[in-house]
């Protein structure tokens, strides 16, 4: 997927650059609010808190302190690793 900046005047997209493509070619065009650009900022860490959080929630103790290490072990019988 290519993305291109430009401009609408009078009815019509100008890039800002030249775009190579075939004639009929399907585009998909995306207007920018220049006013809000708030959504444009990075998120808070808040989101990134609630992702910790759900991922410690979901966290199961299996009692098995190398299950990382000898995963193929446990799931498909294979020898332990040194």
């Known amino acids: ?6 401009t609408f005047q009078n009815g019509v997209v100008h890039p ?6 075939r004639e009929g070619q399907p585009v998909i065009i995306v207007f920018v ?6 959504h ?6 808040s989101d990134w808190d609630k992702l910790r959080q759900l991922i410690k929630d979901c966290a199961v103790d299996m009692g ?4 990382a ?3 193929d072990h446990y799931l ?3 020898p ?3």
């Open 1 to 6: 997927m290519l993305s291109v900046k430009g």
């Open 16 to 21: 800002s650059e030249s775009i190579e493509g």
């Open 33 to 38: 609010e220049e006013d809000n650009t708030q």
């Open 40 to 45: 444009l900022a990075p998120k808070e860490d």
């Open 64 to 67: 098995i302190d190398d299950l």
């Open 69 to 71: 290490h000898h995963h």
């Open 76 to 78: 498909h019988g294979t």
């Open 80 to 82: 332990k690793r040194e």
